[in-house]
């Protein structure tokens, strides 16, 4: 006859294998996380274009284009830039005319 397989008690299924539990150090088994009365969270980003008034976003300013730029030349994202929404798409439009007047390129290389 097969044995049947027979849950052990714990509610997530038996014997997990992961490092999820109290350790010998008396850490908690998740790391190092602050723990205090205080925290918030990670600070949220500023969207640079509404602190500092007089900077604007050109499409002619290829130096300031290329900082919102990943390495293979994509369009950063809102999370990791911090702009807001209105910026980001004054931003993604400056983006799209500088890659046609190939001041700021498509793809690298």
């Known amino acids: 006859m097969e044995?049947?397989?027979e849950p052990r008690g714990d509610s997530r299924g038996g014997d997990r294998g992961d490092s999820r539990g109290p350790r010998a150090d008396g850490t908690g088994g998740r790391g190092a996380?602050?723990?205090?009365?205080f925290f918030k969270g990670p600070r949220?980003?500023?969207?640079?274009?509404?602190?500092?008034?007089?900077?604007?976003?050109?499409?002619?300013?290829?130096?300031?284009?290329?900082q919102f730029l990943s390495e293979k030349a994509k369009i950063m994202p809102r999370r990791a830039t911090g702009n807001c929404a209105k910026h980001q798409r004054h931003l993604t439009e400056a983006l799209k005319r500088a890659r046609v007047l190939a001041l700021v390129p498509f793809t690298v290389e």
């Open 3 to 5: 044995k049947r397989y």
């Open 33 to 37: 996380r602050p723990r205090g009365k």
């Open 44 to 66: 949220k980003k500023q969207c640079r274009f509404c602190t500092e008034e007089n900077q604007v976003i050109d499409y002619k300013n290829v130096a300031m284009l290329r």
